[in-house]
């Protein structure tokens, strides 16, 4: 799958030396792009399942002419939480702490699979990855693996919550909807509607648009 970019050759971190951040913004971000996209602290069988049900929730599709695109490595990200054993400071009650939800919830998805199709769930085909995630979030998926968490609790509060969290923070995923990032110290000065700061990302306008534009310009030359 192809998609034309909404802001093209927009790039958030074409800002990263400029006044828009400072010292310490910088050191985030400058992290979180450096993110080895390896396993480092989930075994092999549990880091395929991970990669496999990120790229499920969350598939990055090439770009506009079909070629590869850069991805963000989004169960790096999410495993960086494991890494640092990063909580959030609150959990619901019918799931265990962090580590032990999302070791538990890998190892009884990918028995899932096994049970369902003979396969574990990094090997499935895409359809089928699809079908068993959407049991997962109905809470139709009750083997013994699962031990006492719900799976369907699993999916809405770590599944949903860490994976679109770990993407949406990357500056990749930025420039793909004009988010300038964090405007720290610069802020941000023009907060009207249709009102864009000058190192704003400009959105391409489609063909409506430029219908739209025409024919205004057009009545306007009739009058």
Known sequence: MTRTPT???YDVLAKRDTPSWDAPTRAVIDARVSTPDRARYLGPSHWQTLVALCDTIVPQPGNAHGE???R???AALVEGKLVDDRRDGFRDARLPPLRTAWET???ALDAESVKAYGEHFAQLQDERRRALVARMQRGELRSRAWRTMPCDVFFKKRVLHDVSAA???HPLAWSAMGFGGP???RGYVRLYTNRR???EAVEAADESDAAHEAARRENERVR
């Open 72 to 74: 963000v490595p989004v």
């Open 105 to 107: 919830g890998l190892a």
């Open 68 to 70: 590869p695109a850069p």
């Open 183 to 185: 405007a720290n110290p």
């Open 197 to 199: 700061d000058p190192w």
């Open 167 to 169: 993407y949406w923070s």
């Open 7 to 9: 802001y093209p050759g």
